[in-house]
């Protein structure tokens, strides 16, 4: 017998669900070079879907197969495939612009590094400075990790982008450069002060981008995205910041000699902050 809540009780109810681990590996030809991105995706989606959960009203679902398959749709033919913040805007418009009861829609993207074998090739004069045309390498274990919510609670025409953006995974060591003194000591203190150490860690960085209103599509079928205008450290420029950040990142890591992870820490999101 399906589950419906009693008439004389009031809800409030606020619901998210949706499709997680939408695995995508897209080539993208360009005459002699290609590239490749792999994502991990996952799509959530809030609306007026209460009653699927209320009165076992699945009139309002959007299946979560359906939400793979759109995610693979649109890896296929979006152009902008390639900068996993775009791609991830292109894919929430489309799903809040597509189904009229859904309000909002969260992206996640997970990109794998692929990066260009670094030998010489002959199909082009670029080649022994950008790497190989075609062939690729898994040059580390971070992650770029793209977050985007596409709102559409002021209504279909007045969207809204939010964009979160960062690296996670990012393992880094250094042999010497490090310390750690003057921290409190009392009876239940073992640790040795020492003013040079060996030390390694996981990096995990996020940086928040402001929000930025999206063009409504136009076309029947909800499948038209348009970019605005680039500003730098803009979502616009997203590929730029995520190259400063990682490369900021790994080189306050390895030029600070800082007094603790804490003063190391500030100082890398001062720099990628001021650049």
């Not at 902008?80 to 829609?105: C, M, N, Q, W």
């Not at 260009?116 to 080649?127: A, F, Y």
């Not at 209504?155 to 996670?168: C, E, F, H, P, Y």
């Not at 970019?227 to 900021?248: H, P, Y």
Request: hydrophobic share 40%; proline share 3%.
């Amino acid at each position: 017998m399906p589950f419906e809540v009693p008439t004389d009780l009031q809800t409030d109810l606020h619901a998210r669900y949706g499709k997680d681990k939408v695995r995508v590996l897209r080539v993208v030809r360009q005459g002699v070079w290609h590239h490749v991105v792999e994502y991990n995706v996952t799509v959530l989606v809030e609306g007026d879907i209460d009653v699927s959960y209320t009165k076992a009203d699945n009139s309002v679902v959007v299946a979560t197969d359906s939400m793979k398959n759109i995610t693979y749709y649109l890896a296929k033919v979006s152009p902008h495939v390639l900068v996993p913040e775009y791609f991830a805007l292109h894919l929430g418009t489309h799903i809040v612009s597509r189904y009229s009861h859904i309000h909002k829609v969260f992206i996640t993207i997970e990109q794998l590094r692929w990066s260009r074998i670094p030998v010489n090739n002959t199909q082009s004069p670029e080649g022994a400075a950008q790497g190989h045309t075609h062939s690729f390498l898994r040059d580390g274990d971070d992650k770029r990790v793209v977050k985007v919510e596409v709102d559409a609670s002021a209504g279909k025409d007045k969207l809204i982008g939010r964009v979160s953006a960062g690296i996670t995974d990012l393992l880094v060591l250094k042999s010497t450069g490090s310390s750690f003194t003057s921290f409190i000591r009392d009876e239940y203190t073992t640790l040795a002060e020492v003013d040079d150490r060996i030390f390694s860690t996981a990096v995990d960085l996020q940086y928040t981008f402001a929000p930025i209103d999206l063009v409504a599509p136009k076309d029947e079928k909800k499948l038209d995205f348009k970019l605005g205008e680039f500003a730098q450290g803009s979502v616009w420029d997203a590929i730029g910041v995520a190259q400063r950040a990682r490369g900021i990142t790994l080189e306050v890591f390895a030029e600070d000699d800082s007094a603790s992870v804490q003063v190391r820490r500030a100082s890398l999101i001062t720099s990628v902050l001021t650049n």
